[in-house]
């Protein structure tokens, strides 16, 4: 098993999302057979009264207005390849108002270890500038469609590759009563997308572009250079505005404060374009996890006031040398982020360590501070929002102690 079998299109083959126009539409199931599906799901729980009971209701609805709504799906499925899509992500995901993060998002510790390559302070830098220069490579077959669509049955079955462009420039937008999905990624043929990387930490934020201006990618080099100077600053300067940790109050909460912030200046439109339509995004957590349960506790808690927690995907880079990756799970399913994990791991494994100390060829990377103008309300908003998420922090480690006192394990999907 290697990254280019499992990866890269042979010679011949359509592009990652021309499959998609041959897909099916999404089945409309028939409304009898509904009703029957759902009447097994509740025999096992209803006593003989209470299951006649719901026969008569099931009956009535199938004859009445079960009737009337069966025609209008069939009519919203005659126009419509995905007649569910846009219900799914509203009613199942976007009109939940609890904080993303640690309720809806995805996570998974990054296991360096088992392909021999060290997770300590020393190799943080390196470790991630590779993750880094392996992540725009993900992004490059993306962003020029020749990554293989996922599959099935030695490739016979093939599945749409639709939400890997939400994996990538894409945000969860805050909303007032739902949110929604920001999207800025488009593959060649459909126009220009962004490549630039945003890396934050200690509550500050930094720019910089993941290609050169002849279009390729920048080197291991560049960017460990580029991370050098940014933990530089984090390490020997003050703590930044801590405006990400905005993103994790209450959804409606933070969509006021979304608004807010945009009114205040142009500027600080500007930022948060910038922020959610970068490529990639990175957070440094000041946190040390000890192990990958650790890990997998303090990605989807920890330092919360340097993620910005609306992003699609987001790299987490602790301090002592540990990563985990977070999805957002409105944007995409779990299998496109173990697609990315994947090919990442299987770089890292193949290609091995660049040589750090050749800089021939290496070119100064142009670095960016974001910041944001604020008013008192915002600033009193911030200052409100680090005590909450200094209170859940305290909340989620002592209930796991509390669970590892119980020797009780937990599951994080």
Same mark, same amino acid.
């Not at 460990?224 to 994790?248: A, F, K, N, W």
């Given at each position: ?29 028939? #409304? ?8 097994? /799901? =509740? *025999? &096992?729980?209803? @006593?003989?009264?209470?299951?006649? $009971? ?81 992540? #725009? ?8 469609? /020749? =990554? *293989? &669509?996922?599959? @099935?049955?030695?490739?016979?079955? $093939? ?255």
């Amino acid at each position: 098993m290697d990254r280019a079998s499992i990866f890269f299109l042979d010679e011949g083959e359509s592009n990652t999302f021309d499959f998609d126009e041959t897909l099916p539409p999404l089945p409309l199931p028939d #409304l009898h057979d509904t009703l029957q599906r759902y009447y097994d /799901t =509740i *025999k &096992p729980f209803g @006593s003989p009264s209470e299951l006649e $009971k719901s026969k008569k209701i099931i009956s009535d609805f199938e004859c009445g207005i079960g009737t009337e709504l069966q025609r209008k799906l069939k009519e919203r499925a005659a126009v419509k390849k995905n007649w569910l899509n846009e219900w799914w992500d509203k009613y199942a995901y976007h009109m939940l108002r609890t904080p993303l993060i640690p309720y809806i998002i995805m996570a998974m510790p990054v296991n360096l270890e088992v392909i021999n390559i060290p997770e300590t302070p020393a190799f943080l830098l390196k470790n991630l500038a590779r993750i880094l220069y392996h992540t #725009l490579e993900f992004w490059n077959l993306l962003r020029n469609a /020749t =990554i *293989k &669509p996922h599959s @099935s049955h030695g490739g016979k079955i $093939k599945y749409s590759s639709a939400l890997y462009k939400r994996f990538f420039s894409a945000t969860r937008a805050p909303g007032i009563d739902y949110d929604y999905i920001k999207t800025y990624f488009k593959p060649v043929n459909e126009g220009n997308t962004p490549s630039h990387v945003v890396v934050s930490g200690k509550g500050r934020i930094f720019a910089f572009d993941g290609l050169h201006a002849d279009g390729t990618i920048i080197s291991p080099l560049e960017i460990l250079i580029v991370l050098q100077r940014i933990r530089s600053i984090l390490d020997y300067e003050s703590m930044g505005d801590c405006v990400p940790v905005l993103t994790h109050d209450d959804r409606t909460t933070w969509a006021n404060n979304y608004i807010h912030l945009q009114e205040i200046s142009e500027k600080n439109k500007e930022t948060i374009e910038t922020i959610e339509s970068s490529s990639i995004i990175v957070t440094f957590d000041e946190n040390e996890p000890h192990s990958y349960e650790e890990t997998s506790l303090l990605c989807v808690n920890g330092d919360f006031h340097s993620k910005w927690g609306d992003r699609s995907s987001t790299i987490i880079a602790f301090k002592n040398g540990r990563f985990a990756y977070v999805g957002e799970h409105s944007a995409y399913d779990g299998t496109f982020s173990v697609s990315y994990a994947l090919f990442v791991q299987l770089s890292m494994f193949e290609i091995g360590e660049p040589d750090w100390s050749c800089t021939d060829n290496s070119k100064y990377i142009t670095l960016t501070e974001l910041k944001f103008d604020l008013d008192n309300e915002l600033q009193k908003e911030i200052d409100r929002a680090k005590l909450d998420c200094d209170l859940r922090v305290a909340i989620n480690m002592k209930n796991k102690n509390t669970l590892l006192r119980n020797t009780l394990t937990f599951e994080l999907i």
